[in-house]
């Protein structure tokens, strides 16, 4: 069976127009059988429910402490980072490698 989801703008009326036609006849032989028995009626749709402006903000302060409480513990674990600074000699060292690395490399190349 189709999805009403499914269905065209053409078959929804004639679905809608078949159970007006349905319930019409189900009346009418309710009225000459003289039955006690109810017409089979369409649920209605849930009603959503709303919140209030206070719950929905108690429920953003828990999620705001939650969250704090998370950092907060996160941080309390790791040490302050320290600076790093590279001296004058490591520096003069580091250099002298690179431009060996270099000139190797234009040397091989020749």
């Not at 036609?21 to 003289?34: P, R, V």
């Amino acid at each position: 069976m189709n999805s009403i989801a499914d269905l065209s703008v053409k078959q929804l009326r004639q679905v809608i127009n078949l159970k007006v036609k349905i319930e019409a006849l189900e009346k009418k032989l309710n009225q000459l059988a003289g039955s006690t028995a109810k017409p089979v009626a369409a649920k209605a749709p849930k009603k959503r429910r709303k919140m209030s402006a206070a719950g929905k903000a108690r429920i953003v302060a828990a999620l705001k402490a939650r969250w704090a409480k998370y950092k907060a513990s996160k941080q309390a674990g790791k040490p302050a980072k320290k600076k790093f600074t590279m001296s004058a000699a490591a520096k003069a060292k580091i250099s002298a490698a690179a431009k060996a690395r270099w000139a190797k490399w234009k040397a091989a190349k020749k």
